[in-house]
């Protein structure tokens, strides 16, 4: 059984970065070398829907990110380490939420990526930007 568990989370100034990091234990993110598992992060703000934010599919390919974070945030993948992490910079108030790792088997990421697709998730980290 996949499990993820979010780390890095924080209270930050507007301008500021944080880097948060999902590792995963249970199950391997890759087989033999190949992405076995998409990968995603996620937030969710108070009152909010859940929204993805960068998306990494399997197989590998290019990471997507949504439109509000696009230059700002940086999705990495380690097989090695079984890890995912998200790098913020320029953080702005507005990206204030809880942030999910999460992951699915053979999903492939596009504009339309949504939290119902995955069935693996973490807990969550805060991310509060503020001054």
Known sequence: QLQLAESGG????????????????????????????????????????????????????????????WGRFTMSRDNAENTVDLQMNSLKPEDTAVYYCAAESNYYCSAATAATSFEYWGQGTQVTVSS
């Open 10 to 69: 924080g209270l930050v100034q507007p301008g500021g970065s944080l880097r948060l990091s999902c590792a995963a234990s249970g199950v391997n993110l890759d087989y033999n070398g190949i992405d076995y598992y998409g990968t995603a992060w996620f937030r969710q703000a108070p009152g909010k829907e859940r929204e993805w934010v960068a998306c990494f599919s399997a197989g590998g390919g290019a990471t997507r990110y949504a439109g509000s974070v």
